[in-house]
């Protein structure tokens, strides 16, 4: 009986002076808790006079729409189905397009005095993450995509055997423009026939409209290595790796 009376009362306030307060003499909004509000079923946001708001998905999250509207249910991008580093774009979390990827055999090309085009890493196909599916990799050739416009971090750490006092160049190519767009040289100083890591730390925008790949060219022949080995063990030696920053 008490709730009845209770509930009729809070209807007759409400429809008298259409703002209720609960702790407050002066409510600002339709209904206004100044307290704590303990929820022990669903939550349910959006609707209308006719049908029930939305109480969500597992996983999802509550994100406000702004003043005057109502809040939807979100689901946090690539999470949690996604394998990479969540990063915010533009104030929305997103997972970020990562590509990770090592050498499983040697590769051998022809050296190209005066060349204009770099050749395509071949046999760069361990893929050891390749979250959006925009990498391709064979025995010959690679390519990949970025899936946005932005900022995006390279890694490349290649093993070159060549001629002693050349200078290997490794990077990558935007496909669309026959230009690099990241890359290193340096003097081979090793020994010829001997082994000498290339390193590639960077950072460059990246368009969603090209097609880019890892390539590396020199004038004298030359051979990628994909594993590092010695008396005491072996490894996987040749990686690279692009992500999106922003």
């Known amino acids: 009986m008490k709730k009845t009376l209770f509930l009729l009362t809070l209807s007759i306030y409400a429809a008298t002076y259409a703002q209720v307060g609960i702790g407050t003499s002066t409510p600002q909004k339709t209904l206004h808790v100044n307290g704590s509000l303990q929820v022990t079923n669903e939550l ?8 029930a708001g939305s109480a969500g998905l597992i996983g999802q999250v509550l994100k406000s729409n702004g ?4 809040p939807s249910w979100q689901t946090l991008a690539g999470v949690p189905t996604s394998t990479g580093t969540v990063i915010a774009v533009n104030g929305q979390f997103l997972v970020a397009q990562e590509i990770t990827v090592q050498m499983t055999a040697d590769m051998t ?10 050749n395509p890493i071949g046999n760069l196909n361990n893929e050891i993450i ?16 970025v899936s946005a416009d932005g900022v995006y971090q390279v890694n490349m750490n290649v093993q070159i055997s060549t001629a ?13 423009t ?8 340096d003097t081979y100083a090793a020994p010829t026939g001997g082994l000498q890591t290339y390193t590639l730390i960077t950072s460059i925008p990246m368009q969603a409209a090209n097609t880019y790949s890892f390539r590396a060219i020199n004038t004298q022949e030359y051979t990628l290595k ?4 010695g008396s005491t063990g072996s490894g996987p030696i040749t990686q690279v790796s692009v992500r999106r920053l922003k």
């Open 44 to 51: 349910n946001v959006g609707g209308n006079s006719t049908t």
């Open 67 to 70: 003043p005057g509207a109502a």
């Open 109 to 118: 090309a022809a050296g190209s005095p005066g060349a204009t085009v770099a």
């Open 130 to 145: 390749d979250n959006e599916n925009l990498y391709t990799g064979t025995a010959a050739t690679n390519s990949f995509k």
């Open 164 to 176: 002693n006092g050349t200078s290997p160049v490794i990077g990558i190519w935007n496909n669309n």
């Open 178 to 185: 026959g230009l690099w767009v990241a890359r290193v040289n």
């Open 226 to 229: 994909y594993s590092s080995s």
